[in-house]
């Protein structure tokens, strides 16, 4: 079944610097992966989806992600963090089935001024 | 338009308590789900409704019962809830169910069960 796995619980970065959030897949079928952003007390809003059409996919607010397949990875970054992105970050893969995400555990980025 | 409502925003209710969630959207998607977020963890999937017929219910307790009017609308009915029901509870929606497919996401209603 595919998964994913998101590495840091907590990421810290100070504002205007790089924003790096790791994601790694397990797939046995070309993977449908996303990112989804849920700033506090709201709902996931949807930043950027793969779908094979391109391996680099650019979001919203700045966002953009690369699928990398030799390590099966799709990490997402942003050149300049902004106070705004404060928020729990999650990556999902789409299930076989057809249904489920299948989501990462969530990184919680701090943007400190 | 990608707007996904959910109704109300916050519940508090006693454990003989009978209430009701709703979620409504307005995108033409055929495929509707409810989630359960707690705290610092991610979303778990409960329910998928496909054309209004319930495709999978991830061994939710009966104390939830889901239902689907019509293919804009999505219920929650909750009855007899436990302390550890307190959670999040969000709506989404998807064109079409099946692999790849994007779900958008309510803002949750928080649930408090005392």
């Known amino acids: 079944a595919q998964s994913v796995t998101q590495l840091g619980s907590h990421v810290s970065v100070s504002e205007g610097a790089l924003v790096l959030l790791r994601c790694n897949y397990s797939?046995?079928?070309?993977?449908?992966l996303f990112w989804y952003v849920q700033y506090p007390n709201q709902g996931l809003q949807l930043l950027l989806k793969y779908t094979s059409a391109a391996t680099l996919v650019k979001g919203i607010n700045g966002f953009e992600a690369e699928f990398k397949k030799s390590e099966t990875s799709f990490h997402l970054t942003k050149p300049s963090a902004h106070m705004s992105d404060a928020a729990e970050y999650f990556c999902a893969v789409s299930l076989d089935s057809g249904y489920a995400l299948n989501f990462g555990k969530g990184t919680s980025l701090l943007v400190t001024p | 338009d990608t707007e996904v409502t959910q109704t109300p925003k916050h519940l508090v209710m006693g454990m003989t308590n009978k209430k009701s969630l709703k979620c409504e959207q307005h995108?033409?998607?055929?495929?509707m789900y409810w989630y359960k977020q707690k705290a610092k963890k991610p979303p778990e999937l409960m329910f998928v409704y496909s054309y209004e017929k319930l495709s999978i219910n991830e061994s939710v307790p009966s104390r939830f019962s889901p239902e689907c009017p019509n293919s804009s609308l999505l219920n929650l009915h909750l009855h007899a809830l436990q302390p550890e029901d307190s959670a999040l509870y969000l709506c989404a929606s998807s064109q079409e169910g099946g692999r790849g497919g994007t779900q958008y996401f309510g803002p949750g209603t928080r649930l408090t069960v005392l």
């Open positions: 797939s046995s079928v070309p993977p449908y």
């Open positions: 995108m033409g998607h055929r495929a």
